[in-house]
C-alpha cells in the first residue's frame, strides 16, 4: 500500500512541474514562441489551468514570431500573433516549474547563467534521444516546418510522459 501512494504522490509532483513551463531558445521568434503557443494549446482544450511563456538567451528583444511561425502555428489553432520576443531574466528562471531549451548548449548556457535552474532545465527531445530542434531563422519555409514536426512530436512526448 505504501509504494502506491508514494507512486500516486510521484505522479502528482511530475504534474506540478507542468504548472508553468518556459521555453527557451536563442532569438525567442521561432522555435520557442511555437512551442509555447502549442502547449497553450493543449492546455486550454483539456481545461487545465497552467501557464507557459518563452524566451530568448539572444533575444530579439520587442520583435514579434517570425511569419513562417505564425502560418505554422495559426495552421494548427496555436495563438501565436501577440507574442513579443523576451530576454531570458532570474525571475522567469526563478518562477518555472519546467524550463524546456531547444538546443543542448542552451541547457547548458541556462544552468551557468541561473545555477538553481538544475534540476528544472532540460532539453525539449529529451524522451528522444535528447534530439535537439535546430533554428530556422532566416531559412526557407521547410526549415520551419521541420521545426514545427520536431516541436510537436517532442511536446507530445512529454504530454504523454505526465498525463498517460
Not at 59 to 67: F, M
Request: hydrophobic content about 45%; overall charge positive.
Amino acid at each position: 500500500m505504501p509504494s502506491r501512494i508514494v507512486s500516486k504522490l510521484s505522479l502528482f509532483e511530475l504534474l506540478l512541474m507542468f504548472e508553468n513551463v518556459l521555453f527557451a531558445c536563442i532569438g525567442n521568434v521561432c522555435r520557442s514562441p511555437y512551442a509555447e503557443a502549442a502547449l497553450r494549446y493543449h492546455f486550454e482544450q483539456k481545461k487545465l489551468p497552467f501557464q507557459t511563456s518563452s524566451v530568448g538567451l539572444g533575444a530579439l528583444v520587442g520583435e514579434p514570431a517570425d511569419s513562417f511561425s505564425m502560418a505554422l502555428a495559426k495552421q494548427k489553432h496555436y495563438e501565436l500573433s501577440q507574442h513579443v520576443a523576451q530576454q531570458i531574466t532570474r525571475e522567469a528562471v526563478l518562477n518555472a516549474k519546467l524550463i524546456l531549451a531547444m538546443e543542448q548548449e542552451h541547457v547548458k548556457q541556462i544552468q551557468k547563467l541561473y545555477p538553481f535552474s538544475i534540476g528544472k532545465v532540460h532539453l525539449l527531445g529529451k524522451w528522444q534521444s535528447n534530439a535537439e530542434v535546430m533554428d530556422p531563422y532566416k531559412k526557407p519555409k521547410n526549415a520551419f516546418e521541420t521545426m514545427a514536426i520536431k516541436i510537436d512530436s517532442q511536446l507530445n512526448d512529454w504530454i504523454i510522459k505526465f498525463y498517460s
